[in-house]
């Protein structure tokens, strides 16, 4: 059973502080992708990483890709209280079914 | 427009009743799915099916019964509620099944 491992479980910041959130597996990944989930609606993507060592920026946001693909990490920068909210990683293997991470729950306060 | 839209968005209901949510696609997708989100937030798959055939049936109990009449509908159908049935409920839709997620908005399910 592949297994997704996502940390820290919860993170509460202050407004303008920078964080870190970590996907790990002892599994190689043939992609992953990161969501934000917000409270009362579904998660939606944030970005898919393909290729081991790549980086994605998505405005303050920016994602990278281990080199062997069976880690993850998602930076903020200056965070806000608009960035609260669940984040997930989702691992696809071999073309096979995604498995998702257990969760990081953020809180930005103002 | 909604990709994914699921109803009810709530569902409040006494144990040991039988309830149906529905869910529809508007993005052509051959894949849908079931997710049940625990208080823990985590997100757990619970059906998978490919152009109205199922494909992937996690350990769930039978009381769970999902229905495809065409691609772009999955429904899911609970019989005999228990406690433990109380959760969100997230319909989701891809193009190929390591595609990435549309999901609905949910349905929280709880069970008096």
């Known amino acids: 059973t592949q297994l997704l491992e996502q940390s820290p479980q919860f993170l509460s910041i202050q407004e303008g502080e920078n964080l870190t959130v970590y996907c790990n597996s002892s599994?190689?990944?043939?992609?992953l992708q990161w969501y934000r989930q917000e409270p009362g609606e579904g998660p939606v993507l944030l970005v898919t990483?393909?290729?081991?060592?790549e980086v994605k920026k998505l405005k303050r946001l920016t994602f990278q890709f281990g080199d062997a693909r069976k880690d993850s990490s998602l930076h903020i920068t200056a965070a806000q209280p608009g960035d609260t909210g669940l984040y997930l990683c989702?691992?696809?293997?071999?073309?096979?079914?995604?498995?998702f991470g257990g969760g990081t729950r953020l809180m930005v306060k103002p | 427009d909604t990709a994914v839209s699921q109803t009810p968005k709530y569902l409040v209901t006494q144990m040991g009743n039988d309830k149906s949510i529905k869910c529809e696609q508007n993005?052509?997708?051959?894949?849908m799915y079931w997710y049940k989100q625990d208080s823990k937030k985590f997100l757990k798959i619970m059906f998978s099916?490919?152009?109205?055939?199922?494909?992937i049936n996690e350990t769930v109990p039978n009381r769970f019964s999902p229905k495809s009449p065409d691609k772009a509908h999955l429904n899911l159908h609970i019989n005999s509620l228990e406690l433990g049935d109380s959760a969100v409920y997230f319909c989701?839709?891809?193009?190929?099944?390591?595609?990435?997620?549309?999901f609905g908005d949910g349905t929280r399910l709880s069970i008096l």
């Open positions: 099916y490919n152009n109205k055939e199922l494909i």
């Open positions: 990483v393909v290729t081991g060592g």
């Open positions: 993005l052509g997708h051959d894949t």
């Open positions: 599994s190689v990944f043939s992609s």
């Open positions: 989702a691992g696809a293997y071999a073309g096979n079914m995604l498995t």
């Open positions: 989701a839709s891809s193009q190929v099944s390591w595609g990435f997620r549309h």
